[in-house]
Nanobody, 119 residues
Framework: QVQLVEAGGGLVQPGGSLRLSCVAS????????MGWYRQAPGKQRELVAT???????NYAGSVKGRFTISGHNAKNTVYLQMNSLKPEDTAVYYC?????????????WGQGTQVTVSS
């Protein structure tokens, strides 16, 4: 089974930057779609960004141009660089690994890391 561990969350002022990391227990970045999701108190979990093994990326409209998702195969790590942070970015951020192969589904989640944007 795949284990995912997030890190890098914390308190930052509006307009600031933060980089989140997600380390996997095995070499999965090359075969899984990796993603970042977030959930604010009382709200639904929402997609932030994804990256495929081919390197294609997708972003939520609210973060496009400000956030960048990337990966490092050798380190089994995916990153989320967050710039120009806004108070509405405050949420628990979760790392996700997803794969569909020959009718089988594989879906893993990390425990989450808190990001708070406040002055």
């Amino acid at each position: 089974q795949v284990q995912l561990v997030e890190a890098g969350g914390g308190l930052v002022q509006p307009g600031g930057s933060l980089r989140l990391s997600c380390v996997a227990s095995g070499s999965i970045f090359s075969i899984y779609v990796m993603g970042w999701y977030r959930q604010a108190p009382g709200k639904q979990r929402e997609l932030v960004a994804t990256i495929t093994p081919d390197g294609s990326t997708n972003y939520a409209g609210s973060v496009k141009g400000r956030f960048t998702i990337s990966g490092h195969n050798a380190k089994n790590t995916v990153y989320l660089q967050m710039n120009s942070l806004k108070p509405e970015d405050t949420a628990v951020y979760y790392c996700n690994a997803y794969r569909r192969h020959m009718g089988s589904l594989f879906d893993y989640w990390g425990q989450g890391t808190q990001v708070t944007v406040s002055s």
